[in-house]
């Protein structure tokens, strides 16, 4: 659940031009349903100091980890259907931080549910491919 305080922080989110305001929120943060949101809300095209900070976050769930794996066209990158180069390293940098940590298991089931918008036949096609299921498995969080 989301407070009314943390909706108000949301919003400012959306809005606040200082990304180093909208990291601080975010670290300083413990819940997950609020990092989820946060990654939800944000303006992807503003870089990846704040998914960055969402991934490092103690509290961040595998539910959030997932929407931040997805949200930012991480399989792209995992499948090597997009090369870092100079354009892209920030981007490049945080598909594998959260590559790293989905298939090393730094991140809990907790509160936050995920399940990605993919069909059957892509998620036998990722199994078949050897893709760690971590990266597109469901998950069913505690608050659901």
Do not use: H
């Amino acid at each position: 659940m989301i407070s009314e305080i943390e909706k108000k922080q949301i919003d400012q989110i959306q809005y606040e031009e200082d990304i180093d305001k909208i990291v601080s929120i975010a670290k300083a943060s413990s819940n997950p349903c609020f990092l989820q949101q946060c990654a939800i809300s944000y303006n992807w095209n503003e870089g990846m100091k704040l998914p960055t900070a969402i991934a490092i976050n103690e509290y961040c769930d595998l539910g959030t980890a997932l929407t931040l794996f997805w949200l930012a066209g991480g399989m792209s990158y995992f499948l090597k259907e997009v090369e870092r180069n100079e354009y892209n390293n920030e981007w490049a940098d945080f598909c594998e931080l959260i590559v790293q940590n989905l298939t090393n298991n730094v991140y809990a089931c907790g509160q936050v549910s995920f399940k990605p918008d993919i069909n059957k036949l892509t998620q036998y096609k990722y199994k078949k491919a050897g893709i760690p299921s971590v990266l597109y498995q469901e998950v069913n969080g505690a608050s659901t």
